[in-house]
């Protein structure tokens, strides 16, 4: 039998074996508590898509979908996320916040979830993971910040916002997809336990979540903003915002103001709340 005939094995990798979801689910789900289901697939194309499309036939909040490989994984813009089979961290979760938090305040849902990843891979990674707005992680490897993974949050009918996190977790500097990226691995975690990081990111999200709708979704009183604030990379620093409209503003990042916007002061003072557009972290001068 050569190569190409062999089946491939989801134990093809000893280095990277599959998630184990009947311990996950041991683990994560119990009376009470945020999370209700826990599915592990081999593979498809987006879990915000398929979670989108379940939430829409009524599932309950607190479902997570997560895949061992995604083919078809989507960033902001509609950017295409893939990496190899089990080589990290592709998942989405649904929340459904009710009617004590207001529409008004869901834009904050991808900044705490960044908040709650930080937070989980600190405790379970022993790693620094530093937020650039508004929805990237970035990792420090070789002295550079490299994006280790993103935050897609979308709407999915009434009531209800599937947020998916994708993060690399064992990717080789072979396999990255741009010299910018990076991965837990090469940012040297202390542990590179898929089970373990999940778990982690989980219940962090779970008591970062509880604790904005505890608040009404007050990003102040939930503490949310002064968490985001303090572990956002983009702030302080010079930056050039890329606006929609093929527009631009270039200052200094100084604020995330109330409604999760990015607060930017141009060399004439004036400030400016950006709620949408990428960021580029540029080098302070001289």
Known sequence: MND???????????????LNASALRRGLI?????WTSLDVVPATGSTNTDLAARAAAGLAEGAVLVAEEQTAGR???DRRWTAPARSGLFFSVLLRPGPEVPVRHYGWLPLLTGVAVATGLARAAGVDTALKWPNDLLVTVGGEECKAGGILAERAGDGAVVVGIGLNVSLRESELPVPTAGSLALANAVSLDRDTLLRGVLRSLERWYGQWREAGGDPALSRVQEAYAAGCATLGRPVRAELPGERELVGEAVAIDSEGRLVVRTGDG???????????????AG
Request: hydrophobic share 30%.
């Open 4 to 18: 190409s005939d062999t089946p491939v094995s989801r134990w093809s990798d000893l280095d990277r074996p599959p």
């Open 30 to 34: 119990r009376s009470g508590g945020l």
């Open 75 to 77: 960033g902001r813009l």
């Open 270 to 284: 004036e400030r400016h709340a950006v709620g949408a557009g990428d960021i580029v972290h540029l080098r302070a």
